[in-house]
């Protein structure tokens, strides 16, 4: 079980339910790829300040899952 939180959310993601390591994508609307990064087994937390405000797709590839989610970026 895979979780990520807060949505919307500001300056980080935290991901948390990565058993085995994985991979992290993050999408605009647009379909192009803004932010990837490596995860660890356990808790991750992503920083996303550099992200305009707006929508986002976020994709979570795992040995075992693929996690996709869609998440809105505000400044509160």
Request: glycine letters at 8%.
């Amino acid at each position: 079980f895979i979780s990520v939180y807060p949505n919307p959310f500001n300056n980080e993601l935290n991901i948390f339910g990565i058993n085995d390591g994985g991979t992290i994508k993050i999408q605009n609307v647009l379909g192009q790829t803004v932010l990837s990064e490596r995860l660890t087994s356990g808790k991750n937390q992503i920083s996303t300040q550099n992200l305009a405000d707006g929508t986002y797709i976020v994709s979570i590839q795992t040995e075992n899952n693929t996690f996709v989610e869609k998440l809105i970026k505000t400044k509160k």
